[in-house]
Each structure stands twice: as C-alpha cells, then as structure tokens.
C-alpha cells in the first residue's frame, strides 16, 4: 500500500508541477469565470446557466488533465525510458500501474475543486446556493466519469505503442462515451439489423460516460435524484474501474522494456 | 566464491515490431555466464553487439526466450532480490520540476526505508555523490554530469548487494569520469558487486576485475583483468584483437 501511495504522490506531484499542467489550470480558472459573462446573457435563470457551463468546463478540463497528465506520463516512460528505473525496484508492476492511476485522478481531483470552488463562489454572487446538495451531486458525479474514462485510459496506454496513437484512442472513447446512447436510441428505432449490432457492440464495451452526466436532472421537478439510478451509476463505476485496472495490469505484467 | 549472478544457454529473441512479418533478430544467444560476490565485472562490446538486451536479461526487464538466469540466488521476479540490487541505466532521466530530494524521496518510498531514516540516508547518499548542496534544487536545472550523479545516488540508495551500471560514464566531463570512478571504487571496497557496462575502455581497465566481450550476440570471451594485461599490455589491444577474432562468428 505505501508503494501505490509512494507512486501516486510522484505522479501527482509531477503533473501538478508541470508548466503545461498549470497554464491548463489557469484556463480552466478562466472558463469557470467565463460563465459568469455567459450568465449575464440570460435575462432569467442566470444561476442555472453558471452551473450548467461550470459542468460543462469541469467535465472537460478534467478530461484534458486526465490527456495532459497521462501523456506526460507516457513520454517519460516510453521515450525517457524512466519505467525501467522504477520497474527493477521491489515494487509489484499491479502497485505501480494502481499508483499510477490514484496520481491520475488525484491531479484530476485538484483541477476540478479548484474549478468547483471558482462555480461555487459565482453562484453565490449571483444570489443562488452554493452547496445545493443537487449541484454537488452533480459534480462528484461528473468527476466519477472521469475517473471510469482515466481507468480506461490506463488500459489504453498499456496496448498503444506511440503517446499519438494513445491521445487519439482516449479522444475517441470520451466523444463515444457520449454520443453512445444517443446512437442506440438512433438506431434502436431506424437502423438495419447490421448496423444495430454495431452499435450495440460499442454500446456495451465503450463506457456510457452519459449516465454521469446529472446536469438535466438537476432543474427536475422531484426533489433530489433518484437514489436507485444514484446507486446504479456508482455500481457500473465501480465494475467498469475495476475491469479496465484489472485489464490494465493484466496486460502491464507481461509487458517487456 | 559464491556466484551472484548465473547465467545458462540464455537466449533473446525478439519477436517482429509488426505481426505479419518474420523479421526476428537475436539479442543474445546461448549465453554462459557467472559473476562472483565482491567483484567487478566489465561487459565490452561493440554497439549492436547484445550489452543492452544481456543487461536488460539479467535485471528482468526482458524475459529470456530460453536458458536460465539467476540473480542472487533467486529471479528478478522476487521482490526481495530486487530489493538487493541497483541499477543506473545510461543517461538517466528524472523528472525535471521535482527536487533532487524528492527524486530520492520516492525511490526510498519505494525501497520501503522508513520516513524517520529517509532524512540521514539521502543526506548520506547526496554527500557520496557530491550533491548535497543541490538537495533543494530542481533536477532541470542540473548539469548533465549532476543528473547522472542523481541517477548514481537512486541506484546505490539501498546499499545493493549487487550494483548494475549501464554505462556510467556516458555523458560525463574527465573530472566526472574520475568522480564517478572513485564512487565505484569505494562501493567495490565495501564488497559490492558490480557489473559494469562501458565503452570507455580507460575506466573499465581502472576499475574492472573480469572483462568479458559480448560480439553479435555471443559473450565471445572471459578473462580476468590481470590476464590481459600481462598478455595484450593493454585492454585496447584485447578488445581490437578479440572482436576482429569473433568476427568470424
């Protein structure tokens, strides 16, 4: 346990120090507050749009952490050859590559509270409640789907063999993970057989980043979410983090350097 | 003597980069080999020659293809042996935002030194490597010569039974060259074992108690330091004279 720890502070100590790291925090900042000129453009319901673009923005700078972080990470290892350094040390490969990911989400979990705490303090100024236990559900949940896609990014990153290649699977799999559902429902009730079949393959191995997305639900009439759909998104977190870190090391076990 | 590392009929083939072609080529082939504790052990060979993959064989990063290899008894698969071995690749990289002491702090995290002993051992180690006071500086703003100290210091850091060092001098100034080999002379007093990788033949002669000469992936050669001297008058001569002999391999 305290090698995973040792290698998660590491990484996250390491990304968070990076100048990328920190100009991509400074912009996230900057989005944040950017939805404070977008309230200012609805003459009604100004807080419900400072929320609805601060999810928007924390979604996807914690995506861009999770590339930026992870490709770093990559580089050095592949191209600096620094994995090696760490692989003849007495350190089981399952600890590093579970470290690894603990950093991941971790540097992803600072970006996100300081964007959070940024939308937080807008909303406040403009007169709504910023610890809506609504708005904050959405939030941590928001950032479980980004930890489901950097637990499948680690995976990625054991089968691609170039930092491009890998950069190119992660794109494909966040903008899938989003229009997945939308696509079942296209095809569910228009599409041929074959086309059906397709999709429904990417449907169930692609993880459906959509369920995460609580921003919809949050203006709902019925009081808070539903606590079955809650406890349903967390489940299939938790079964899709755990087959693709299980995956993950699988595959980093039996990798030679 | 006792033998710290053992090596029987290893080979390494690599498979094909892509997997429709047939392109394999041979690391090493059938090599033979044994190192005894307390000495140090110099590996020659011509670039392409299988130094690397050998080096890479023995501390587990590549699995052999056949033979069999044993490093202190045991695999570099245990834990335990790998907790009593170093290794400092050529041209180490280390993270360039993070400090000199962290750099060392993570890697004793991961040796399992306790945090209350940490402080005196990377004190100790730093002052070795003549870099104590470079212990709150960032690794980017080192000179080339001070990260490969860095990268000497991570690999001697849990006072290994046996030391790997993968070119060591790459990269260094004459007076680095020196500093480097002082470093290595005092762990060799201590009764380490090394196995030492280099091009520099000047500093392999100063160092090295067995020389071996790995060409076209067969270790073509094993004599003690002391034998070729006396035979070749220097290490030069021996090298020219045993690879132009392999050859004909």
Redesign the interface.
Known sequence: MSRIFAVSKYIFRQSFRNRIMNVLIIFAVFAALFSLAVSELAQEAEVKMVVDFSLFAIELFAFLTVVLSMTIQIFEETELKTLMLVMVKPIKRSEYMLGKYAGVILTVLMNAAIMTAVMMIIIRLKGGDPWDIKILAAVSFSYLGICVLAAVALLLSTVSTTVPSWVIYITLVYALGHLTVHLKNLVDSSAGEAVRVVVDFIYYIVPNLELFNLNDKINAAAGLFAPGYLLLVLGYAALYITVSLTAACFIFDEKEF | METVIEVKKATKIYRPLDFWKNDRTTGIENVDLAVYRGEVFGLLGLNGAGKTTLM?VL?????PTSGEVAILGGT?ND??V??R?G?L?EL????K??KVK?VLE??A????IPRGAQRKKIGDILETVKLSDKADSRVGGLSKGMQGRLGLA?AILNEPDLL?LDEPMSGLDPLGYKETRDIIIDIHKQGKTIFFNSHILGEVEKVCDRVSVMHRSHLIDIQPLSAIMEKYGSLEKYFVGTVTEGAKI
């Open positions: 890479k501390l587990g990063l590549l699995k570099t834990i335990a790998r907790s071995i290794y690749p180490p990289y280390f993270p935002y993070l962290e993570y890697f995290d991961i040796f399992g991570q790997f």
